[in-house]
T-cell receptor, first 116, second 115 residues
Framework: AQKITQTQPGMFVQEKEAVTLDCTYD???????LFWYKQPSSGEMIFLIY??????QNATEGRYSLNFQKARKSANLVISASQLGDSAMYFC?????????????FGTGTRLTVIP | KAGVTQTPRYLIKTRGQQVTLSCSPI?????VSWYQQTPGQGLQFLFE???????NKGNFPGRFSGRQFSNSRSEMNVSTLELGDSALYLC??????????????FGPGTRLLVL
């Protein structure tokens, strides 16, 4: 089974509008971390935001917020006031703690296009 | 603080050759992980090094190997290159390992094309 599922291959948003990118995850580990990364066409993965499984509050970082619904195993990224520079691929990722491994499991990504 | 650096940025090789990619982590970071990104398979974990020891390995053939030096710099090597090895190879570093919140910071990647 896929550990991270991103069901939106592509999304369009009007400049200055908000957009939600979906992410669901699957794990039996009670302790895990969820991450969102942005990948522009240059290829570099840019860290955006982190949410821990035990965090009571949704994470926020500037225009980015994470809508964490633990019971539904979803961790959607919300980008407010979209800018043209937000056009990129966005990846949701998870790290499980119980295995002791440090690797991230990534979803297939969502390509966001911001329309002027 | 300087970010993760990877060299070279672009590489063209032919089938059967071998290649070595280099990664310098953020200063003070001791964990280095490597990922392969292809259009078909997406982002896949290759291996992780911490304190010069391989701690974890993904599901890749033995042609893929790596090492880490005492200054935490890491190299990965791919021997007997195949067309399917064409990919973006990303290196990521983190300060420690084993916690849920430790963020991995990525380098710009090395684009490898195998002809």
């Amino acid at each position: 089974a896929q550990k991270i599922t991103q069901t939106q291959p592509g999304m369009f948003v009007q400049e200055k509008e908000a957009v939600t990118l979906d992410c669901t995850y699957d794990t039996s580990d009670p302790s895990y971390g969820l991450f969102w990364y942005k990948q522009p066409s240059s290829g570099e993965m840019i860290f955006l935001i982190y949410q821990g499984s035990y965090d009571q509050q949704n994470a926020t970082e500037g225009r980015y917020s994470l809508n964490f619904q633990k019971a539904r195993k979803s961790a959607n990224l919300v980008i407010s006031a979209s800018q043209l520079g937000d056009s990129a691929m966005y990846f949701c990722a998870m790290r499980e703690v119980k295995t002791g491994a440090n690797n991230l499991f990534f979803g297939t990504g969502t390509r966001l296009t911001v329309i002027p | 603080k300087a970010g993760v650096t990877q060299t070279p940025r672009y590489l063209i090789k032919t089938r059967g050759q071998q290649v070595t990619l280099s990664c310098s982590p953020i200063s003070g970071h001791r964990s280095v992980s490597w990922y392969q990104q292809t259009p078909g398979q997406g982002l896949q974990f290759l291996f992780e090094y911490f304190s010069e020891t391989q701690r974890n390995k993904g599901n890749f053939p033995g042609r893929f190997s790596g090492r880490q030096f005492s200054n935490s710099r890491s190299e990965m090597n791919v021997s007997t290159l195949e067309l399917g090895d064409s990919a973006l190879y990303l290196c990521a570093s983190s300060l420690v390992r084993g916690t849920d919140q430790e963020t991995q910071y990525f380098g710009p990647g090395t684009r490898l094309l195998v002809l």
